[in-house]
């Protein structure tokens, strides 16, 4: 098990930046993946970047360029770098972390970006 812990939303006027944190309750060095998704009023969850322990990276076409996902084992805690926001990054975002066959969800930290 793993519980994780999200901090760094806020509000944010378009063009600006953010980073979240996502900290776990244990080592993540053995978590092959970990992740940050997110989800807007009315939509679905979806995947904005996940990186694996080897630190190979996937990226939401939507943020390619702007985000950037990082992890660090020793501090047990993974990042989200947003930029140049703008107003349809507003949601919650959730930390996602992959153990075995279970998915383990953060609270969600809010992300509100004004125009």
Known sequence: QVQLVESGGGLVQA???LRLS???S???FSIYVMGWYRQAP?????LVARITNGGRTNYADSVKGRFTI???NAKNTVYLQMNSLNPEDTAV???NAQ???DNYWGQGTQVTVSS
């Open 93 to 95: 975002y959730y930390c």
């Open 15 to 17: 063009g600006g930046s």
């Open 22 to 24: 996502c900290a776990a």
């Open 99 to 101: 153990v075995l066959s």
């Open 70 to 72: 990082s992890r660090d």
């Open 26 to 28: 244990r080592n993540i």
């Open 42 to 46: 009315g939509k679905q969850r979806e």
